[in-house]
T-cell receptor
Framework: DTEVTQTPKHLVMGMTNKKSLKCEQH?????MYWYKQKAKKPPELMFV???????INESVPSRFSPECPNSSLLNLHLHALQPEDSALYLC????????????FGPGTRLTVL | DQQVKQNSPSLSVQEGRISILNCDYT??????FLWYKKYPAEGPTFLISISSIKDKNEDGRFTVFLNKSAKHLSLHIVPSQPGDSAVYFC?????????????FGTGTRLTIIP
């Protein structure tokens, strides 16, 4: 299994809602990542988890809250988002030793109204 | 400040010919470079990579060239096939407090004309 899955594919939420994005991989990767991609822009790193511990937070606002409940799952909890947070959210995973070669999921298209 | 730049947003190439995608970077701390390919509604897929200690890496139809002095890398696809039509992202990696971080370019949309 060389796939990273993400749910939901699309999400529309209001600014007062609380929602979660989910990511799963079964490749035995111990590094997992959240990226944000706006239209016509490159993916931008948000968070990195290594061995289920948060190792990088790229100064992301606290309305985004990551969680890594086990080595296969990565969540991104969303609360009180702004319309400018609308974007494609990509999850990726990699071996710790080959952190450069990341496997990406298809992303969740988020729209904040 | 864009540390990884792909100056051509789009490129069209005839099927069977060579496609050359270019990428420039500014950060001399980058030690590993990668190319990712992205189809619509899918996440980026790793294609090929090169370490900063090498100047060329080849994998089938794909070859990546690195010119460290010019801070430039390129991806050659030969022969180009219709299935190569996609957005190609150049990415560069550097260690940040022991963690590898990828910085992506803005992408080049490659269209192969049958």
């Amino acid at each position: 299994d060389t796939e990273v899955t993400q749910t939901p594919k699309h999400l529309v939420m209001g600014m007062t809602n609380k929602k979660s994005l989910k990511c799963e991989q079964h490749m035995g990767h111990r590094a997992m990542y959240w990226y944000k991609q706006k239209a016509k822009k490159p993916p931008e790193l948000m968070f990195v988890y290594s061995y289920e511990k948060l190792s990088i937070n790229e100064s992301v606002p606290s309305r985004f809250s990551p969680e890594c409940p086990n080595s296969s799952l990565l969540n991104l909890h969303l609360h009180a988002l702004q319309p400018e947070d609308s974007a494609l959210y990509l999850c990726a995973s990699s071996q710790i030793e080959l952190a450069n070669e990341q496997f990406f999921g298809p992303g969740t298209r988020l729209t904040v109204l | 400040d864009q540390q990884v730049k792909q100056n051509s947003p789009s490129l069209s190439v005839q099927e069977g010919r060579i496609s050359i995608l270019n990428c420039d970077y500014t950060n001399s701390m980058f030690d590993y470079f990668l190319w990712y390919k992205k189809y619509p509604a899918e996440g980026p897929t790793f294609l090929i990579s090169i370490s900063s200690i090498k100047d060329k890496n080849e994998d089938g139809r794909f070859t990546v060239f690195l010119n460290k002095s010019a801070k430039h890398l390129s991806l050659h696809i030969v022969p180009s096939q219709p299935g190569d039509s996609a957005v190609y992202f150049c990415a560069a990696s550097a260690k940040d407090f022991g963690n590898e971080k990828l910085t992506f370019g803005t992408g080049t949309r490659l269209t192969i004309i049958p």
